[in-house]
């Protein structure tokens, strides 16, 4: 009787560094301080994260050749979503799904869940085999999803709640500060290793309305017309960026931010301004070597803030409020049509945006 079953090539380079047998219990001891399921060394083949994978279908260990399988149907069980491809840059984020009737499947994997054990996946392929003799083809197999380190959960350090005008150089700004000085918002998060190279980064996509309003008419000064944009000049944020260079050890990545905006003198005739800012804030590893894409640390962070400001004989706040840091319970990947140009009417950069190891 023949015997069906599936095959996966996957990059060569990445079986020395995924999961040694100390990786896996360095993994199943977190998991079990967190309740989570363990998974034993000698566990069904590790897929990582954000790498692509190629499965197809064998008879007798032999791979089918794409022009012997018709109608490919594949199923994928386990929480996890599975990308064809997934592309960042300045211009544009986009990630393409996975066509799960191509033959062979090209398949990358995410976790839907901010999970630290291995997670289960079920591979399943169903189609038409016509080669000698024909028939139909079911083949199941059971692999496992990682990713090259666990994360804390995001927390901030800092979140400024009140709007204030401040002088930057001779310039008015509208920004939120604390009980200090600082204005902005400060999140970090913690990234336990399982390899020795790859990076983690901070990016931030925001939904900016600011307009001026006159005579009861609002004419638009700033809008990404509902859309989270990237809002950056780099890709990634180089600042946020830090190099993944020993296993088994911790390390801190920081995004800082302090956006507002410019109360210039041409706005002064103005009823009122009007400034509504929402961020989305998220925290990736990635590892070009090895062809591993982005792959989310845990779940994103929204924030975001709102002022309303008029002139008369003298720059005034009068509306405001603001959106503390909350976890967005979503694991998908973000997409954005492009970048914002014009940063200075947003607000700038923080200079102490910042990674480091601890």
Same mark, same amino acid.
């Given at each position: 009787? &023949?015997?069906?079953? !599936?095959?996966?090539?996957?990059?060569?380079?990445?079986?020395?560094?995924? !999961?040694?047998?100390?990786?896996?219990?360095?993994?199943?001891?977190?998991?079990?301080? @967190?309740?989570?399921?363990?998974?034993?060394?000698?566990?069904?083949?590790?897929?990582?994260?954000?790498?692509?994978?190629?499965?197809?279908?064998?008879?007798?260990?032999? /791979?089918?050749?794409?022009? @012997? #399988?018709?109608?490919?149907?594949?199923?994928?069980?386990?929480? +996890? =979503?599975?990308?064809?491809?997934?592309?960042?840059?300045?211009?544009?984020?986009?990630?393409?799904?996975?066509? #799960?009737?191509?033959?062979?499947?090209? #398949?990358?994997?995410?976790?839907?869940?901010?999970?630290?054990?291995?997670?289960?996946?079920?591979?399943?392929?169903?189609?038409? $085999?016509?080669? *000698?003799?024909?028939?139909?083809?079911?083949?199941?197999?059971?692999?496992?999803?990682?990713?090259?380190?666990?994360?804390?959960?995001? +927390?901030? @350090?800092?979140?400024?709640?009140?709007?204030?005008?401040?002088?930057?150089?001779?310039?008015?700004?509208?920004?939120?500060?604390?009980?200090? *000085?600082?204005?902005?918002?400060?999140?970090?998060?913690?990234?336990?290793?399982?390899?020795?190279?790859?990076?983690?980064?901070?990016?931030? !996509?925001?939904?900016?309305?600011?307009?001026?309003?006159?005579?009861?008419?609002?004419?638009?000064?700033?809008?990404?017309?509902?859309?989270?944009?990237?809002?950056?000049?780099?890709?990634?944020?180089?600042?946020?960026?830090?190099?993944?260079?020993?296993? &088994?050890?911790? $390390?801190?990545?920081?995004?800082? *931010?302090?956006?507002?905006?410019?109360?210039?003198?041409? !706005?002064?005739?103005?009823?009122?301004?009007?400034?509504?800012?929402?961020?989305? +804030?998220?925290?990736? $590893?990635?590892?070009?070597? =090895?062809?591993?894409? /982005?792959?989310?640390?845990?779940?994103?962070?929204?924030?975001?803030?709102?002022?309303?400001?008029?002139?008369? &004989?003298?720059?005034?706040?009068?509306?405001?409020?603001?959106?503390?840091?909350?976890?967005?319970?979503?694991?998908?990947?973000?997409?954005?049509?492009?970048?914002?140009?014009?940063?200075?009417?947003?607000?700038?950069?923080?200079?102490?945006?910042?990674?480091?190891?601890?």
């Amino acid at each position: 009787m &023949d015997s069906f079953g !599936l095959s996966v090539q996957k990059n060569k380079s990445s079986e020395k560094r995924l !999961l040694s047998d100390d990786a896996i219990l360095r993994r199943n001891a977190r998991a079990q301080a @967190e309740g989570a399921a363990l998974v034993q060394a000698t566990a069904n083949e590790t897929l990582e994260a954000g790498e692509v994978s190629q499965f197809i279908g064998t008879i007798n260990g032999v /791979p089918i050749p794409p022009g @012997e #399988m018709q109608d490919p149907a594949w199923t994928v069980l386990g929480n +996890t =979503y599975l990308f064809d491809a997934i592309a960042y840059a300045v211009a544009a984020g986009t990630t393409n799904p996975a066509n #799960m009737n191509a033959y062979p499947l090209n #398949m990358i994997p995410e976790m839907a869940l901010p999970l630290h054990a291995l997670i289960p996946i079920t591979v399943q392929l169903r189609g038409t $085999y016509t080669g *000698d003799p024909p028939g139909p083809f079911f083949a199941s197999s059971d692999f496992q999803v990682g990713k090259a380190g666990y994360a804390y959960p995001t +927390t901030f @350090e800092y979140f400024g709640a009140h709007a204030t005008i401040q002088d930057e150089d001779g310039e008015l700004w509208v920004k939120f500060a604390g009980d200090h *000085d600082d204005s902005g918002i400060t999140l970090f998060t913690k990234f336990h290793s399982f390899t020795n190279s790859g990076r983690i980064y901070a990016i931030n !996509l925001v939904n900016v309305n600011y307009y001026f309003f006159y005579n009861g008419r609002a004419t638009q000064i700033l809008t990404t017309n509902g859309n989270y944009y990237f809002d950056g000049n780099a890709y990634p944020y180089p600042d946020t960026q830090v190099d993944v260079t020993q296993d &088994d050890v911790e $390390y801190t990545v920081e995004f800082d *931010d302090d956006p507002g905006f410019l109360l210039a003198d041409s !706005l002064k005739k103005c009823d009122y301004l009007d400034w509504r800012f929402s961020a989305q +804030t998220y925290f990736f $590893y990635d590892n070009a070597a =090895y062809g591993v894409r /982005p792959v989310l640390l845990g779940f994103p962070t929204s924030w975001g803030y709102y002022a309303r400001a008029a002139y008369d &004989d003298g720059w005034a706040i009068t509306d405001q409020a603001a959106t503390p840091p909350a976890v967005i319970q979503s694991m998908v990947l973000p997409q954005w049509p492009h970048n914002i140009v014009g940063q200075e009417s947003i607000g700038r950069p923080a200079a102490n945006r910042k990674g480091r190891r601890k």
